[in-house]
């Protein structure tokens, strides 16, 4: 079973930083993606930034600029470095994986338990 275990969330002013950290643990697999996505009150979840295994990237419109996704490959992990943050930035941010375990042809999506992100004044 594979588990994303995420931290990093909290309280901090507009203009303020925080990173966001990601960690697949559990059974052996490989790797296709990993990204965030958040949820904010009365909205839909939706992709903030995704790495692909080559390495490409993915942001959102909104945040491009601002934020940075990463990735330590002998971790497992994936970061995303949160600059600038304003209020509309606040949503619960979730870990998203897509996996494929060892010994399945099948890829998994795997979600975290999301992290709260909350950005004011």
């Known amino acids: 079973q594979v588990q994303l275990v995420e931290s990093g969330g909290g309280l901090v002013q507009p203009g303020g930083s925080l990173r966001l950290s990601c960690a697949a643990s559990?059974?052996?697999?490989?790797?296709?993606?990993m990204g965030w996505f958040r949820q904010a009150p009365g909205k839909q979840r939706a992709l903030v930034a995704a790495?692909?295994?080559?390495?490409?990237?993915n942001y959102a419109d909104s945040v491009k600029g601002r934020f940075t996704i990463s990735r330590d490959n002998a971790k497992n992990t994936v970061y995303l470095q949160m600059n600038s943050l304003k209020p509309e930035d606040t949503a619960v941010y979730y870990c998203?994986?897509?996996?494929?375990?060892?010994?399945?042809?099948?890829?998994?999506?795997?979600w975290g338990q999301g992290t709260q992100v909350t950005v004011s004044s």
């Open positions: 998203n994986a897509r996996l494929i375990p060892l010994g399945s042809p099948y890829e998994r999506v795997y």
């Open positions: 559990g059974s052996s697999f490989s790797i296709n993606a």
């Open positions: 790495i692909i295994s080559g390495g490409s990237t």
